[in-house]
């Protein structure tokens, strides 16, 4: 990790208006944690119902395309990438920093809301909010390194993200069944199982496949993305 990189990246990201984006989701998602708590919907099921269609299903994926590609795609538009690129900075350093800012992001902005409506709703009940934090954390960090990579690859990273997270994630990945054990956020969910003790919460998608693909997942995107960023020329063409 390159400490300059990374204090320019989030700079840049923090003092745009994404930080408002940022921001939105994770406050509607406490704020529907309290709705439900007012009004006397606090339970298990309320809670499970709302980590996976709302935190998980909805929340995580949007935060990860925000992130992910926010680190990178800016720059790559405006042309201040090839500035960077010029420094004495390796290409794949440049691709790790970048990640672990975006993954550092979703820690903060997606584990940390998700595990704070849970606990207002259950407070610690069947491990149902640590284990979502922790599923929230883990698959941010996947989206992290996906959406930085769709960041480099293509200029319209944000439309194809937006149909990625919306179509395939929250409903292919929802409804078909053999879609499931390549979704993200089923991956998620099947690590907030693992900890969580609620008879609300099953998964189709068993542990030990769940955590190899995060793993291969987000090394081979991270790893692509250094890659990618080698192609880039110092004219600003690929």
């Given at each position: 990790?390159?400490?300059?990189?990374?204090?320019?990246?989030?700079?840049?990201?923090?003092?745009?208006?994404?930080?408002?984006?940022?921001?939105?989701?994770?406050?509607?998602?406490?704020?529907?944690?309290?709705?439900?708590?007012?009004?006397?919907?606090?339970?298990?099921?309320?809670?499970?119902?709302?980590?996976?269609?709302f935190a998980i299903g909805t929340m995580l994926p949007l935060?990860?395309?925000?992130?992910?590609?926010?680190?990178?795609?800016?720059?790559?538009?405006?042309?201040?990438?090839?500035?960077?690129?010029?420094?004495?900075?390796?290409?794949?350093?440049?691709?790790?920093?970048?990640?672990?800012?975006?993954?550092?992001?979703?820690?903060?902005?997606?584990?940390?809301?998700?595990?704070?409506?849970?606990?207002?709703?259950?407070?610690?009940?069947?491990?149902i909010a640590p284990g979502f934090a922790l599923g929230a954390l883990v698959a941010g960090i996947a989206y992290a390194a996906v959406f930085l990579l769709l960041g480099v690859i293509t200029r319209h990273a944000v439309t194809i993200g937006i149909v990625y997270a919306l179509v395939w994630?929250?409903?292919?990945?929802?409804?078909v069944p053999g879609a499931r054990k390549f979704s993200i956020q089923q991956w998620a969910q099947s690590i907030a199982d693992q900890i969580s003790g609620s008879p609300f919460l099953r998964t189709d998608v068993s542990l030990g496949f769940a955590v190899p693909a995060i793993i291969i997942v987000t090394l081979g995107a991270v790893l692509w993305t250094?890659?990618?960023?080698?192609?880039?020329?110092?004219?600003?063409?690929?």
């Open positions: 990790m390159n400490a300059v990189v990374a204090g320019i990246t989030y700079r840049a990201l923090l003092g745009r208006r994404r930080i408002i984006l940022l921001l939105l989701l994770p406050l509607a998602l406490i704020g529907l944690a309290l709705l439900l708590r007012l009004f006397g919907e606090g339970d298990q099921r309320s809670a499970v119902l709302l980590m996976q269609n935060l990860g395309l925000i992130a992910g590609t926010g680190v990178i795609a800016p720059e790559i538009d405006d042309g201040t990438i090839i500035h960077l690129m010029s420094k004495p900075i390796s290409r794949p350093v440049i691709a790790r920093t970048k990640f672990l800012v975006a993954a550092s992001l979703l820690a903060l902005f997606a584990a940390v809301p998700t595990y704070v409506s849970a606990w207002l709703l259950v407070r610690n009940e069947d491990g994630e929250s409903l292919v990945g929802n409804l250094g890659h990618r960023l080698r192609a880039f020329s110092l004219t600003g063409d690929e």
